[in-house]
């Protein structure tokens, strides 16, 4: 070995390991920043109160929490750049100029470091040479957590955490580490105004549910003088939802590995199931997809797949809770009821069985149910309307309109602008 080989060797040798760990870390970090892509910005981006000390972003799989993290770095190291380092008097210099602080760390936990070293490691780093936030992905993977993130918000006070979670991961009231410490927010996939900016490269505005019901009409003349909507909804149901439909590979492909992952991780890993039910919930999940959105048959379901009643009906909450499909209850009904009717979690979920055509109210009840029950409570009812939203609004969802003005505030599939009681169904996707 060459001389200059060694002193390097030495020199290596004596630095800190904790400097040696974060280099690493920040080797992934930077790359992964520089090849982050996410094409719009998000509403939630703004929604979010980023000065909360612990913030979890949940969602499912396939919507894009780990660009969303980092694009928040990217806007932060932004920040943090435009920030002059400080105009140092006298002799005297500080231990690190500003321009030396790295203020945002991504770390996953994907990495087996973490196999032998813990978060608490990490965090107590990072803080010791200047962080204040830190990122955390894939945190389903570390043992004890939710134990630790308290540990970290206790120990440092000037950090910030901010953690991907799955829809399954105990957060808020189900967690005693987490209830009273932690700001949940929730990532859904591309609304269809999402989609519709992203498509044609507008900005429209969101709208809430009672501005949509009171203007729709205006509202709706208002955005079909720059676009078409209809030209691009049927194009959202089939594959707008989730931000894998802008890769160049099969979307079809893309989708199905996300909803096998859904099962693998978030059901079997997250809820410890056996891997030898897998088969099952794999079955059950084609039966409901044949049939959805449909009233459940939970006697026959359970013969079809051999399971006991409860069994299957745990199964299935497993189902939604990892965002593959939606449960419609009653009011004042909720799990382990038997509920009024189920659907796919989304259309572009809804369009995977390829078995069978679906009809179109199918896919415009499915996405009523998607794009409203995310803010807003939605039930079945008693009445003849088919959805009862908040617990006041009844509305109706129709293929088509009527000449005829309708009783109650209908959601119309192939309307372009609303009239009297029938709203088109495309704005509801407006609502985030």
């Known amino acids: 070995m060459e001389k200059k080989d060694v002193v390097i060797e030495e020199q290596q040798k004596q630095r800190d390991p904790q400097e040696v760990m974060l280099e690493s870390f920040f080797r992934i970090h930077d790359f992964l920043v520089a090849h982050s892509f996410m094409p719009i910005r998000r509403l939630l981006m703004d929604e979010i109160d980023w000065n909360e000390r612990l913030i979890a972003i949940k969602g499912g799989r396939g919507v894009g929490k780990t660009d969303f993290l980092l694009t928040r770095i990217k806007e932060l190291e932004a920040e943090w750049a435009a920030i002059p380092d400080p105009i140092i008097k006298g002799k005297r210099k500080p231990k690190r100029l500003h321009s030396e602080i ?25 803080v010791k040479q200047g962080g204040q936030y830190l990122f955390l992905d894939q945190l389903f993977k570390y043992p004890g957590w939710s134990r630790e993130l308290k ?39 591309f609304s269809f105004r999402e989609y519709l900016n992203l498509q044609t490269g507008l900005r429209f505005r969101s709208y809430t549910l009672e501005e949509i019901m009171q203007r729709h009409a205006s ?103 990892s965002r593959l499909i939606n449960l419609l209850y009653p009011e004042g009904r909720n799990f382990p009821m038997k509920p ?40 079945a009812t008693d009445r003849s309307a088919m959805f009862i939203v908040d617990g006041k609004y009844y509305f109706d969802v129709r293929e088509a309109s009527s000449i005829r003005d309708t009783i109650r505030p209908t959601a119309v599939g192939d309307l372009e602008t609303g009239r009297g009681n029938q709203l088109p169904l495309w704005l509801l996707g407006f609502l985030y």
């Open 102 to 126: 790295r203020p945002c760390l991504y770390v996953s936990f994907n990495d087996f470091f973490f196999t032998e070293h813990t978060l608490l490691e990490v965090a107590a780093a990072f």
């Open 151 to 189: 540990r970290c918000h206790s120990k440092f006070k000037e950090l910030h955490i901010i953690f991907c979670a799955t829809p399954v991961m105990p957060i808020d009231e189900d967690n005693n580490d987490l209830k009273d410490i932690v700001a949940t927010y929730n990532l859904r996939g």
């Open 219 to 321: 509202i709706s003349h208002e955005i079909c003088e720059r676009v078409k909507p209809l030209q691009y909804f049927k194009q959202y149901l089939a594959h707008g939802y989730y931000p894998s439909y802008l890769e160049s590979k099969s979307f079809e492909a893309a989708l199905l590995k996300v909803m096998n992952s859904q099962l693998e991780v978030d059901v079997l890993m997250i809820q410890q199931i056996d891997v030898a039910c897998l088969h099952k919930l794999r079955k059950l999940l084609h039966i409901l997809m044949e049939d959805a959105p449909c009233a459940l048959n939970i006697s026959n379901i359970s013969e079809s797949i051999g399971l006991s009643r409860a069994t299957t009906m745990n199964y299935i909450k497993y189902l939604k809770d």
């Open 340 to 379: 009024t009717k189920v659907y796919m979690h989304n259309t572009n979920v809804a369009r995977m069985n390829f078995t069978r055509d679906i009809a179109p109210i199918d896919l415009y009840e499915t996405y009523f149910y998607n794009t409203v029950h995310g803010s807003h409570k939605v039930n």
